[in-house]
C-alpha cells in the first residue's frame, strides 16, 4: 500500500521544482519525481533567458531520468501533438542505446467522472491515434506496438477518483501499474545513484554547457559552466 500512496500522490495535480524523490522502504524502489513540462517561467524584466533555461532545463532532466531509472512515467493530461513527441523522444532514447526498458504513460483524467465519457476521451487520445492492443486485465489499458525488437509503450488512464469512471478504473488500473514496475525489476539491480547521476552528468553537460577558458573539464566538476541558448 505504500508504493500505491506514494504513486498516486505524485500523479496528483501539484508543482514538482526540480527534483524530488521518495525511497519506499517496503517495496525497495525510489521514486524520482520531476517538474513537469513547459511550466510557465517568470518574464519580468523581459527575461528572455529564462525561457531558453527552462527548455534546456526539461531538455537535461528527462534525458538524465532516462539513463538512471529502470522505468519511465510520463503523465499527461489532454493528450497534444507536443506530448505525443515527447512520448516519441523518450522512447527513442531507449531504442538508440538499446535499452530494453519500457515507457509507461498514465493519462491524468482527473476531471472525467463518467465511464463511457473516459472510454470516447481514451479512444480519442490513445487506441485512435496508436496501433496496439487493449489489455484483457481491463479498460484504460493500452499497449502501443513500437515496432519489432523495440520496448513496448504502455497507456494506462486514471480518472476522477470516487467517481463512477473511478470506481470501475482506478484500482484495476493502478495495480497493473504497480505489476508493471515490479515485474519489470524482478531479477533486483544494484545502484549508486550518486556515482550513476555523476557519471551520466558528465556525459551530459557538454550538450548544455560551454566551458569558460581556464575552467577544468567537466569531469573534476560542473562549477564555472554557463549554460548554452540553444542545443
Same mark, same amino acid.
Given at each position: 500500500?505504500?508504493?500505491?500512496q !506514494?504513486?498516486?500522490?505524485?500523479l496528483?495535480l &501539484?508543482?514538482?521544482?526540480g ?6 522502504? /517496503?517495496r525497495?524502489?525510489?521514486?524520482i519525481?520531476s =517538474? ?8 519580468? =524584466?523581459?527575461?528572455v /533567458?529564462?525561457i531558453? /533555461? !527552462?527548455? *534546456? #532545463?526539461? #531538455?537535461l ?8 531509472a &529502470?522505468?519511465?512515467?510520463? +503523465? ?24 530494453h526498458?519500457?515507457?509507461? +504513460?498514465? &493519462? *491524468?483524467?482527473? #476531471? #472525467? ?11 480519442r ?5 496508436y ?7 481491463? /479498460?484504460l489499458?493500452?499497449? =502501443?506496438? !513500437? ?8 497507456h494506462?488512464g486514471?480518472?476522477q ?8 478504473? *482506478?484500482?484495476k *488500473?493502478?495495480?497493473?501499474l ?5 515485474h519489470?525489476?524482478?531479477l ?7 556515482? =550513476?547521476?555523476?557519471?551520466e552528468?558528465?556525459?551530459?553537460m ?7 577558458a581556464? +575552467?577544468?573539464? +567537466?569531469?573534476a ?11
Open positions: 500500500m505504500a508504493l500505491e !506514494a504513486l498516486w500522490r505524485q496528483k &501539484h508543482t514538482t521544482k527534483l524530488s524523490f521518495l525511497w519506499v522502504e /517496503d525497495r524502489m525510489l521514486i519525481d =517538474a513537469g513540462v513547459q511550466s510557465p517561467v517568470s518574464y519580468r =524584466a523581459q527575461a /533567458d529564462s531558453w /533555461d !527552462a527548455r *534546456n #532545463t526539461e #531538455t532532466v528527462l534525458e538524465m531520468i532516462s539513463r538512471v &529502470h522505468h519511465m512515467i510520463f +503523465v499527461v493530461s489532454d493528450t497534444t501533438w507536443f506530448e505525443q513527441q515527447k512520448i516519441a523522444e523518450l522512447h527513442q532514447k531507449y531504442v538508440q542505446r538499446r535499452q526498458r519500457e515507457l509507461i +504513460v498514465v &493519462h *491524468n483524467l482527473s #476531471t #472525467t467522472s463518467q465511464v463511457e465519457d473516459a472510454r470516447a476521451l481514451f479512444e487520445q490513445v487506441t485512435g491515434c496501433d496496439g492492443i487493449l489489455s484483457h486485465l481491463g /479498460d489499458i493500452f499497449t =502501443a506496438d !513500437a515496432g519489432e525488437g523495440t520496448p513496448p509503450v504502455h494506462i486514471l480518472c477518483e470516487f467517481s463512477a469512471a473511478g470506481d470501475k478504473f *482506478n484500482s *488500473n493502478r495495480e497493473y504497480l505489476q508493471s514496475l515490479e519489470g525489476s524482478i533486483g539491480s544494484h545502484l549508486a545513484l550518486g556515482e =550513476a547521476f555523476s557519471t552528468l558528465s556525459k551530459l557538454p550538450k548544455f554547457a560551454s566551458i569558460e581556464g +575552467v577544468p573539464e +567537466v569531469a566538476g560542473v562549477s564555472g559552466l554557463r549554460r548554452k541558448r540553444s542545443l
